[in-house]
């Protein structure tokens, strides 16, 4: 709920999105609601945790991992490292999806992704509250990304993202990559404007 009433408060004092966060939300609205119907019409059919746990080891590894050492961003490749080797303990020895081979995508379009990435703490907070993972669900990854959130890490991140002097139009690319790549269960194909980026 505090979350909920800081953003409306942070819209009230905002309402033009001149921030990078509000703008990348805007922007990659459409594929956001796209990707979070996706997942919970899976839900509803009994989409295993264990596969939404490998989509997302596909993400970090994939995608995650080279933005974050593209952006810059202090502490970004320890923290996906981290986010990895949780999936690592959760997935144990099945067999993870392959993603798409590493990519350094333009320091812009790597802000995007790790917005969206970052952005899924928030989710997994949802998930463990409401139980939605289900009662006995591998949740080494779930708890690292609620904490993370919790922590006051995801607000440093925000702030550190509206300091960037962003081409927003590649930064929203990036972060809808994540969105489309979310959408299509694994199959990770990347939007053009994100692979056009010049690195």
């Known amino acids: 709920m505090r ?3 800081a953003e409306k408060r942070r819209s009230a ?3 033009e999105g001149r921030d990078n966060r509000h703008a990348l939300r805007s922007a990659t609205k459409n594929a956001h609601e796209s990707a979070e119907r996706a997942w919970s019409h899976a839900r509803e059919a009994a989409f295993p945790i264990i596969d939404f746990l490998s989509v997302m080891r596909a993400l970090h590894t994939g995608m995650g991992l080279p933005a974050a050492k593209r952006s810059g961003f202090a502490g970004a490749v320890e923290i996906e490292r981290q986010r990895i080797d949780a999936l690592d303990d959760d997935l ?16 812009d379009a790597a802000w995007g992704v790790l917005y969206a990435l970052n952005g899924s703490a928030l989710g997994a907070t949802v998930l463990l509250r409401t139980h939605a993972a289900g009662e006995n669900r591998p ?11 919790r922590s006051g890490a995801l607000g440093v991140f925000f702030r550190a993202l509206n300091q960037q002097d962003l081409d927003r139009a590649a930064a929203a690319a990036g972060a809808r990559s994540v969105f489309e790549a979310i959408l299509q269960h694994g199959m990770l194909e990347r939007s ?3 692979d056009d980026c010049t690195v």
């Open 192 to 194: 053009e404007a994100y």
């Open 92 to 107: 144990g020895s099945a067999v993870a999806l392959s993603g798409p081979a590493p990519v350094c995508p333009c320091r």
């Open 13 to 15: 004092t905002d309402p």
């Open 139 to 149: 949740s080494v990854y779930l708890t690292l990304m609620r904490d993370h959130a």
């Open 3 to 5: 979350l909920i009433e």
